[in-house]
């Protein structure tokens, strides 16, 4: 019974009680998602690019 009751309150909940975003704000947050995940990428890139050329220079000196 407590089952039934819950999926009731929860189905009435999704339905009625909250508020959907519409199909324009999705796209708008995609594209502020894609962009900062492109922005994060190139800044993990460029720090394995300079820690690699770092440790290439350290294990250099030693041969």
Request: net charge negative; aromatic share 18%.
């Amino acid at each position: 019974m407590k089952l039934k009751v819950y999926i009731q309150e929860a189905y009435d909940e999704l339905v009625h009680k909250v508020t959907w975003p519409t199909w324009k704000e999705l796209q708008s947050s995609a594209l502020v998602v894609m962009i900062a995940s492109f922005i994060i990428s190139l800044v993990i890139f460029v720090m394995d690019l300079s820690f690699r050329n770092i440790m290439d220079f350290i294990y250099g000196l030693f041969y």
